[in-house]
């Protein structure tokens, strides 16, 4: 290679460079605040996710990022002094990737009660009635025997939480919205009748 065709190459190769660094700044944003991809580990959320029982064929999914930005642009209610509690970003049935609250990993969770709702629990701290704070969702996951969740460390606070998943999109076979399902989620609205007694609970009508 002459001195000249060298100089060609190393002029094209910086202007790729400079093109290729120019694109990172959106990628970044798109990964952190837009959308991106994961891998479903373990069998908490069979059979919604990674049904196979040998885990060789793991789901990857779409995670929505972007949800986060509706707490920012919803209008305030005029016909209430109580600030929208950012709790309801989310839905019941939604599913949710998070930072779990007790180790350091991101898990896959089912949104099953928000603000206000009250659940009974299950094991391993079975026989009590939760009810959910402002800036909290309850979360399970769909398979009872192999899921740590909210029936352990209690409501999450949403700042957990780092997306929700909107679509299946590898094994081919399973591409497609995120199956509906979970366990019956326990909840009803109810009231007090006397402070510190879950026999007290009077129902009000489900959810």
Do not use: C
């Not at 060298?6 to 990172?24: E, P």
């Not at 957990?160 to 009803?188: C, H, Y």
């Amino acid at each position: 290679m002459t001195g000249t065709a060298s100089s060609a190459f190393a002029r094209t190769l910086f202007r790729q460079s400079l093109i290729l660094l120019s694109w990172l700044p959106p990628l970044i944003f798109i990964e952190n605040h837009v959308a991106s991809i994961a891998v479903v580990d373990g069998i908490s959320m069979k059979p919604a996710f990674n049904p196979e029982s040998n885990l060789l064929w793991r789901d990857w999914v779409l995670e929505n990022k972007w949800f986060w930005f509706g707490r920012h642009s919803r209008p305030a209610d005029s016909s209430s002094s109580t600030p929208h509690d950012p709790s309801d970003l989310f839905r019941r049935g939604e599913v949710v990737v998070m930072r779990s609250p007790t180790q350091n990993r991101l898990v896959t969770k089912r949104v099953v009660a928000l603000a206000g709702d009250i659940v009974s629990t299950r094991a391993p701290e079975a026989g009590h009635v939760v009810t959910v704070p402002q800036g909290h969702v309850w979360v399970e996951g769909d398979e009872r025997f192999h899921s740590t969740d909210s029936n352990t460390y209690g409501p999450v606070p949403i700042n957990l939480i780092q997306s929700k998943v909107s679509k299946i999109i590898w094994p081919p076979s399973r591409f497609g919205n995120v199956p509906e399902g979970g366990r019956d989620p326990r909840i009803t609205k109810r009231r007090m009748r006397v402070d510190g007694n879950a026999a007290d609970w009077l129902e009000t009508g489900p959810v």
